[in-house]
Antibody
Framework: EVQLLESGGGLVLPGGSLRLSCVASASNFSNQAMTWVRQAPGKGLEWVSVISGGGGATYYVDSVKGRFSISRDKSKNSVFLQMSSLTVEDTAIYYC??????????WGQGTAVIVSS | DIQMTQSPSSLSASVGDTVTITCRPSQIIHSYLNWYQHKPGKAPHLLISTASSLQRGVPGRFSGGGSGTEFILTITGLQPEDFATYYCQQSYQTPRTFGQGTKVE
């Protein structure tokens, strides 16, 4: 069974940066769109960003534009989310997931990001 | 951005009940509507894509319908493992917004 594993979460000061990674257990993910979704404490799911299968197209929710950057490394079956200028509102569990138009059909278990002084 | 409005936000049900959750996008999204189940401490799980396409392995008691600006998720014969929060999501336009969730308890 194909799996996704996120890493890179942790505690960071407001204004700080973190880089989240998501590794796929199978190489056939390399041509699939990949998405990041987050869930803040006590809140619902929030779509954050998507990168196309080829890596040439990226999109973001307005609240992270200019601060977050999504990228991928096909040779490592990996997708990344570089986060900077973090605020307390970015505190959440961050999930990576495979897919886009036709739904997100494989999800990682999530990595926790806590922004606090 | 497309706003996704789910109703109800929570509901109380019993095993064997039929449960219906509605999702209304703020504009037409054709059939680019997906439904997820989310349990505490677990990753969300895709149940239905493109409004009515049941994902492989998802029990047949789950069904989806609708188009345009009204979509419905139905659980026919609620089972104990179905108590969870359900989200709709549009994949017609970025940002690919989720509804606020419906907690089935």
């Amino acid at each position: 069974e194909v799996q996704l594993l996120e890493s890179g979460g942790g505690l960071v000061l407001p204004g700080g940066s973190l880089r989240l990674s998501c590794v796929a257990s199978a190489s056939n993910f390399s041509n699939q769109a990949m998405t990041w979704v987050r869930q803040a404490p006590g809140k619902g799911l929030e779509w954050v960003s998507v990168i196309s299968g080829g890596g040439g197209a990226t999109y973001y929710v307005d609240s992270v534009k200019g601060r977050f950057s999504i990228s991928r490394d096909k040779s490592k079956n990996s997708v990344f989310l570089q986060m900077s200028s973090l605020t307390v509102e970015d505190t959440a569990i961050y999930y990576c997931a495979k897919g886009d138009f036709f739904g997100l059909d494989v999800w990682g278990q999530g990595t926790a990001v806590i922004v606090s002084s | 951005d497309i706003q996704m409005t789910q109703s109800p936000s929570s509901l109380s049900a019993s095993v064997g009940d039929t449960v219906t959750i509605t999702c209304r996008p703020s504009q037409i999204i054709h059939s680019y509507l997906n439904w997820y189940q989310h349990k505490p401490g677990k990753a969300p799980h895709l149940l239905i894509s493109t409004a009515s396409s049941l994902q492989r392995g998802v029990p047949g008691r789950f069904s989806g319908g609708g188009s345009g600006t009204e979509f419905i998720l139905t659980i026919t014969g609620l089972q104990p493992e179905d108590f969870a929060t359900y989200y709709c999501q549009q994949s017609y336009q970025t940002p690919r917004t989720f509804g606020q969730g419906t907690k089935v308890e």
